[in-house]
């Protein structure tokens, strides 16, 4: 039985309450300042006076994990003990930027805690942790098949003091923020390396950097997730210092799989967060509506709806947890099987809860007269992100054939 940590279940209570006082009875508001608001990727009023209360509240960089202590004042949280507060800020699609627990920034931090200079982190790290500026992560193409990632095609040449990029990426979520201030791009420094895994380079790119365009906002199944949103981007003889160079030169393949694991994980949590809701939901919809003479609650296919819905989330959720507890103890790399179950298993599994509660909503379940439509979306394109399922699958197959046939795959 998974037990909540005396430091988490504090956390999560404050976290609760602050739900009820300040996230819910403002999603209505929150909505209309979205639509009213002149610039859909501007920073919102309400969402500025929100950060204020859980900035003075404590509950602010969550995520953060005790081996980065000095970055929060709570002292750091292990995954396990992060997961439910993630899975709550799940419950309100928006609501983790409140925290300065959203994507990408979040797994754009942990690259600057782990990767960066002293320099790097005074520049970005501090403002991100402050929530003062946005950033952005630049590795899908929209000319190769981004699920390998060593198919980049960007380039990065060395030209004396400085890198030289060009290329296209899109679907770089962050970017169309007006507060985002720094790029991380992965691009090809060494084509003719014999191996593709040292072939890549991460660098920072500034927002205002000469040769970067920002093309146009991008859609995911009709949704642009303002203010946050997703761009397409093109480098056109875009220069940067040398020092901006993460790591090292030819080291962006590492960082690609040091930072995607965390952020993946991240996903599954917030999608059970969702996906209860959208159960709650459905619950109460159940006993509010009568077809055909009696309660949509008394007829069966809505309790066998609602009994799978059950089991599947909390199945859901015991998968994240296990996962947590095994990156507590062995790390990200020693837990590369389970973060891959994980992240092919629970946006599917969500998706389709969130898809029964939609249907008992009937055509309302579809509009944004609910939150279920935004996180069906979110539980989609989840199957895509940090690389889609297909290649996790295969990659996870292989080594479980492998270790129980003894044979090499």
């Not at 800020?89 to 002293?118: H, L, Q």
Request: glycine share 8%; net charge negative.
């Amino acid at each position: 039985m998974f037990q909540n940590s005396e430091k988490c279940q504090r956390l999560l209570d404050q976290l609760n309450s602050f739900f009820d006082e300040h996230i819910y009875p403002n999603e209505e508001n929150y909505a209309r300042q979205l639509h009213e608001a002149d610039n859909r990727f501007a920073p919102l009023p309400l969402m500025d006076d929100l950060k204020s209360k859980a900035k003075a509240a404590g509950l602010w960089n969550l995520f953060v994990p005790p081996s980065h202590a000095e970055y929060c004042d709570h002292g750091g949280l292990s995954f396990a003990e992060y997961a439910p507060l993630c899975e709550l800020m799940g419950r309100v699609i928006w609501s983790p930027e409140v925290f300065n627990c959203n994507a990408p920034d979040t797994g754009n931090m942990e690259v600057f805690m782990n990767y960066a200079t002293k320099a790097q982190q005074e520049k970005w790290l501090k403002p991100l942790l402050a929530g003062e500026i946005r950033s952005s992560y630049a590795m899908t193409e929209p000319q190769v098949a981004s699920s390998d990632a060593t198919n980049v095609q960007l380039s990065i040449v060395r030209d004396g003091d400085e890198w030289v990029l060009n290329g296209r990426k899109w679907f770089i979520t962050g970017a169309m923020n007006e507060r985002t201030k720094i790029f991380i791009v992965m691009g090809k420094s060494d084509p003719d390396n014999a191996n593709r895994h040292l072939q890549q380079t991460q660098v920072l790119v500034p927002k205002n950097t000469a040769g970067l365009t920002l093309v146009r906002p991008l859609t995911t199944l009709g949704y642009d997730d303002a203010p946050i949103g997703h761009a397409e981007l093109v480098f056109k003889d875009c220069r940067v210092p040398f020092e901006n160079v993460l790591l090292g030169e030819g080291r962006g393949f590492e960082i690609a799989q040091g930072r995607l694991g965390p952020g993946r994980m991240h996903h599954c949590m917030r999608l059970i967060g969702i996906g209860q809701r959208s159960l709650e939901l459905a619950c109460q919809r159940s006993v509010s509506r009568v077809t055909f003479g009696r309660q949509l609650s008394k007829h069966q296919s809505v309790r066998e709806d609602i009994s799978r819905m059950f089991s599947e989330i909390e199945m859901a959720r015991l998968l994240v947890l296990k996962t947590c507890h095994q990156i507590d103890e062995l790390g990200v790399q020693g837990s590369l099987d389970m973060i891959a179950a994980t992240k092919t298993t629970i946006p599917v599994l969500i998706q389709n809860v969130i898809d029964r509660a939609m249907q008992m909503h009937g055509a309302g379940g579809l509009t944004e007269d609910y939150c279920m439509a935004e996180g069906y979306n979110y539980a989609r394109w989840c199957r895509q992100a940090d690389g889609p399922d297909q290649v996790h699958q295969m990659a996870l197959g292989k080594r479980v054939i492998e270790r129980f046939s003894g044979i090499k795959a």
